[in-house]
C-alpha cells in the first residue's frame, strides 16, 4: 500500500444561477491576481527609476513581498477599498489568485537567477476575462455530497450536479483510505471541471513478468517499438481530424472574430463555430491521452523494468517537417505517464541518456555506425553482417543497457563510444540532460517520418 497524491475530476452540470456563482469566483481570483501584478510592476518600476537616479539601494522605495501569505495580508488590507464587492464570493476565490501569483513570481525570480532550469519564464502578466476561468478551494465546505454520489459540495455555491458518478473516489473517502485536500473549478472547451486534490492509499497490482527488461523507442511511423518484437501502431487521431478541422476553421475565419485593434466584438455565429473547433480539439486530445493511458498501464503491469529515451522533443517540434506530427504523439505525455504509474506499483523505469546511439549501435555485436541516415529503416551492420528493422534494434539495444535487473536497477553498460548514464528516474524528480546544442535532436535517434 502507498500513499500517494492523486487527482480526481468530474465534469459538471450546473444551474444558470450556479454558473454565475462559479464564473463570479473564476473572476475574483482574476482580480486578486491581476491586483497583485499591477501592485509588483509599479513597486519594481519605482525602485527601477530611483535606482537610474543614483539612489543607493539601502534608499530605495522598501520592495514589496512576493509571498502569498504577504499578498494575502495586503489585500486583506485593501480590499474593501478596490474590490467592495469581495463579500459575493469565498474568501478562497483571491487566496487562490495570490498563491498562484506568488508562485509565478518566484519561477520568474529563479528562471532570471539560474535556480530554475529550461527555458527563461517571463513576468506574470495581466490575466484575461476569457483565458482565466479557473479557482481553488483549500478550506470551507467542499467535497463530495452526502445526499447521494452524482453531486459535489463547493463553498458559497452549494451542491453542484456531475455529469457521472463519483462512487469510486465516494468507496475511499467512507473507508477512510483518502482524504480530499482541496477542489478546484474550471471552465475548459464549453464545459465545467472539478478536480480534487487527493491523498488515497493506493494498492497497484505488481508486474507479471517482475524479471522482464522492455526497451521502448518512440517515432512517428509507429507509436512505438518494443524489444519483444511488438509493434505499436501510431493512430494518427489529429492527422485523421484534420479534414474535419480545416473545414471547421474555414467556417470561424469566414466570420466576425474579435479584434483588439479595433475593438471589434466577435458575433455569435463565429463564437459557435470556434466552440465546434475546440470540441474536435478536445476529442483528439481525449482519444490521445486514452491510448496513452491504456500502453503506459499495459507496459507497467507486465515488465519490472522500462528503458526509455530522454528526448528532445522541444528541438523535434523545430522542424517544421514533423513539427504536427511530433506533437501529435505524445512521446512527453507517455513518460511521465510510466513514470508515476512505476511508481505506484514499484516498477523500475530508466532513462537513457539523450546522446546515447541506440539506432546506430548493432544489437549483435555493438559496432557503432558513424551515420545513419533518417531514411534508413531497416540497420544493417558493416561489422557482422547483421540485419534488422531500424526501430526494433534501437529498442533492444535500449533493453540490454539493462544487464540484470537488481532492487538498484541493475547492472549498467558502460561501452558505448560516449559514456552513457542510466539513471532510474525517481518520482517527483527532474532528471536533467546532458549539455548539447539548443534544439538539436539526439544523434541517430530521431523518430521515423
Known amino acids: ?34 491586483w497583485g501584478v499591477a501592485r509588483v510592476k509599479v513597486n519594481l518600476a519605482q525602485r527601477d527609476a530611483e535606482r537610474s537616479y543614483g539612489i543607493p539601494d539601502d534608499q530605495l522605495t522598501p520592495s514589496v513581498s512576493w509571498s502569498a501569505y504577504s ?25 487562490s489568485g495570490l498563491a498562484n501569483l506568488a508562485t509565478a513570481l518566484k519561477n520568474w525570480a529563479d528562471s532570471r537567477t539560474g535556480k530554475r532550469h529550461g527555458r527563461m519564464v517571463g513576468f506574470p502578466r495581466f490575466k484575461g476575462k476569457r483565458n482565466a476561468l479557473s479557482c481553488r478551494f483549500t478550506t470551507g465546505a467542499f467535497g463530495l455530497s452526502d445526499a447521494d454520489r452524482r453531486h459535489v459540495t463547493l463553498p458559497r455555491i452549494g451542491l453542484v450536479r456531475t455529469h457521472e458518478s463519483t462512487r469510486k473516489l465516494a468507496r475511499h473517502v467512507e473507508h477512510g483510505t483518502a482524504r480530499i485536500r482541496s477542489a478546484t473549478v474550471s471552465h475548459r472547451r464549453g464545459r465545467w471541471f472539478v478536480s480534487f486534490s487527493v491523498e488515497i492509499d493506493r494498492v497497484d497490482p505488481g508486474p507479471t513478468r517482475p524479471d522482464a527488461v522492455v526497451g521502448v523507442d518512440l ?42 485593434r479595433t475593438n471589434t466584438t466577435p458575433s455569435r455565429r463565429w463564437r459557435k463555430a470556434a466552440a465546434q473547433v475546440a470540441r474536435l480539439h478536445t476529442a483528439v486530445a481525449h482519444a490521445r491521452r486514452d491510448g496513452l493511458h491504456k500502453l503506459s498501464t499495459r ?54 541518456d539523450r546522446w546515447y546511439p541506440s539506432s546506430k549501435t548493432c544489437s549483435a555485436c555493438g559496432a557503432v555506425k558513424a551515420k545513419l541516415r533518417l531514411s534508413e529503416r531497416v540497420f544493417r551492420c558493416d561489422r557482422c553482417g547483421f540485419v534488422l528493422d531500424r526501430d526494433l534494434n534501437a529498442a533492444r539495444n535500449l533493453a540490454t543497457l539493462v544487464e540484470a535487473v537488481g532492487g538498484d536497477g541493475g547492472e549498467l553498460r558502460r561501452d558505448s563510444p560516449r559514456e552513457t548514464h542510466v539513471r532510474p528516474a525517481l518520482r517527483g524528480q527532474r532528471v536533467p540532460p546532458r549539455e548539447g546544442p539548443s534544439g538539436q535532436r539526439r544523434c541517430g535517434n530521431a523518430p521515423a517520418a
Open 71 to 95: 499578498l494575502r495580508k495586503d489585500w486583506n488590507r485593501a480590499k474593501d477599498a478596490v474590490a467592495p464587492w469581495w463579500t459575493e464570493n469565498s474568501k478562497e476565490a483571491y487566496s
Open 219 to 260: 517515432g512517428l511511423k509507429s507509436l512505438a517499438v518494443l524489444s519483444t518484437g511488438e509493434v505499436i501502431a501510431n493512430p494518427k487521431h489529429l492527422e485523421i481530424a484534420q479534414r474535419e478541422l480545416r473545414r471547421r476553421q474555414r467556417q470561424a475565419s469566414r466570420r466576425q472574430g474579435p479584434d483588439r
Open 1 to 34: 500500500m502507498t500513499r500517494v497524491l492523486q487527482a480526481y475530476q468530474f465534469a459538471v452540470d450546473p444551474t444558470p444561477a450556479q454558473d454565475g456563482a462559479l464564473r463570479s469566483h473564476c473572476g475574483g481570483q482574476r482580480y486578486a491576481f491581476n
Open 299 to 352: 507496459l507497467v503491469r507486465t515488465f519490472g523494468a522500462i528503458v526509455l529515451e530522454d528526448l528532445n522533443v522541444a528541438g523535434m517540434t523545430k522542424n517544421r517537417r514533423l513539427a504536427r506530427r511530433v506533437a501529435g504523439v505524445g512521446m512527453a505525455e507517455l513518460r511521465r505517464q510510466v513514470e508515476y504509474k512505476a511508481a505506484w506499483s514499484g516498477v523500475r523505469v530508466h532513462i537513457a
